[in-house]
């Protein structure tokens, strides 16, 4: 009697234990999907949302100008893509420099999408005619079939400047103003050049394939560029323009929940790992398959995600664009996890049919060769995320 009671009470400990993992689990899908999806609100403040809620309903202003191939350009090309705009000039000695080198990593970041332009403006195109514009933007490695740099009348510029938040104040502009109010001034000023420095932002602005202001970000700093990157990359994972859209959030959060079911597969394979080491078969089944349904799970939604990627983008898997030792350290673990993630669901799915038809000794065995295979693909699923989708951003923005 005693001892049919100590097994009613732990398999009600072991139903209370799989409700309290089963809830945890919901609780780190949800957690995981607003906190580190990328470009998801994770540290936004009051100024953030009021500056989000601006920019929702900021049109980007209909630009025409000059390249640097010296022809027109107008900004009805780039509707249906993601485009990023910054004002720079090629003889600043402050940010630009800064600001169109982070624009560089940007683009190697992104690599050659047709999806994404970037378009630097001149603030003083007093100086900076085509050819110079040119010259500059092959010292910085541009691809200027995704890039272009444009120059044009100061007042126009000023103008689309303005037209998104941001300041440009040349004082050769103030002085040519003030020359066709006084002849004499226009004599003195034909041979000076600027009477005070150039002011601009340092701000870059994201605009979505709708031509619709995302949000700003400082071209100096590195937070704000890796939050560019992640914004970048999520903007040109929603469809093309006059498409429904109904799947964008679902491609901007897929990638976070199947690491987060990889990590819940990781934690139930070495619950059950543990639970069989102490002698604890039902619990072990209970939780091995729950593992399996976990996994099950992740292959739906993997599959699911790369399909609807394919369809909307035609994009297969998302590149490591970053030079260094990390590369390839993220290749290796990449090949290696997508391999032996191939074998997972056979391996799997005979150690669970030899122990649920009673085959335990020929179950105990193939558990041997399944077991760290299986945690080896979850763990690293989880580890391809992270490096992917956080550490890349960081070091492209470095």
Same mark, same amino acid.
């Given at each position: ?5 100590? #097994? #009613? ?15 945890? @689990? ?28 601006? *920019? ?6 209909? +630009?025409?100008?000059? =390249? ?5 350009? /107008? ?20 940010? @630009?420099?800064?600001?169109?080198? =982070? ?23 007093? #100086? /900076? ?5 040119? $010259? %500059? *933007? ?31 104040? =040349? ?45 700003? %970000? ?34 901007? *959060? ?12 990781? +934690?139930?394979?070495? +619950?059950? $790992? ?11 089944? #209970? ?17 699911? %995600? ?16 970053? /030079? ?14 997508? &391999? ?24 105990? $065995?193939? *558990? ?13 699923? &989880? ?16």
């Amino acid at each position: 009697m005693l001892q049919r009671r100590l #097994r #009613r009470a732990m398999t009600r400990l072991d139903l209370l234990i799989w409700v309290a993992m089963v809830a945890a @689990c919901a609780g780190m899908i949800i957690w995981s999907w607003i906190r580190f999806a990328p470009g998801s609100p994770k540290d936004a403040d009051a100024g953030d949302n009021d500056r989000a809620s601006t *920019a929702a309903t900021l049109d980007a202003p209909h +630009i025409t100008l000059t =390249n640097q191939d010296n022809h027109p350009f /107008d900004s009805q090309s780039l509707l249906g893509k993601v485009w990023v705009v910054d004002f720079i000039f090629t003889n600043c000695p402050g940010p @630009c420099p800064i600001m169109t080198g =982070n624009l560089s990593t940007l683009q190697k970041a992104i690599g050659p999408s047709d999806d994404v332009h970037l378009v630097s403006i001149t603030c003083d195109p007093w #100086r /900076d005619d085509p050819a110079t514009l040119k $010259r %500059y *933007a092959e010292s910085y490695g541009a691809d200027l079939d995704h890039w272009t740099f444009l120059t044009g009348e100061f007042g126009e510029i000023q103008k689309y400047a303005a037209a998104l938040f941001l300041t440009a104040e =040349n004082p050769r502009e103030a002085a040519e103003s003030q020359a066709k109010e006084d002849e004499e001034a226009a004599t003195s000023n034909s041979s000076q050049d600027h009477s005070g420095p150039i002011v601009h932002s340092s701000r870059i602005v994201l605009i979505d394939r709708a031509g619709r202001v995302h949000d700003w %970000y400082y071209g100096t700093e590195a937070e704000d560029m890796q939050r560019l990157i992640a914004d970048v990359r999520t903007l040109a994972a929603t469809p093309a323009a006059g498409a429904s859209g109904k799947y964008a959030s679902v491609l901007g *959060a897929l990638p976070t929940v199947n690491a987060t079911l990889n990590g819940i597969a990781a +934690i139930l394979l070495l +619950i059950g $790992r543990l639970l069989i080491r102490d002698g604890r078969k039902a619990a072990h089944m #209970r939780v091995m398959l729950g593992a399996f349904l976990v996994s099950v799970v992740f292959l739906v939604s993997y599959i699911t %995600y790369h399909t609807l990627r394919q369809m909307e983008q035609g994009l297969g898997h998302t590149k490591w664009e970053v /030079d260094g030792v990390m590369r390839w350290v993220y290749y290796a673990i990449l090949i290696s996890h997508v &391999v032996l993630a191939a074998a997972v669901p056979f391996l799997a799915i005979r150690t669970l049919w030899l122990a649920l038809s009673g085959r335990f000794d020929s179950h105990r $065995r193939l *558990a041997v060769i399944t077991w760290p295979i299986w945690m080896y693909v979850s763990v690293t699923g &989880v580890i391809v995320y992270l490096m992917l989708y956080h550490l890349e951003p960081l070091l492209a923005s470095r």
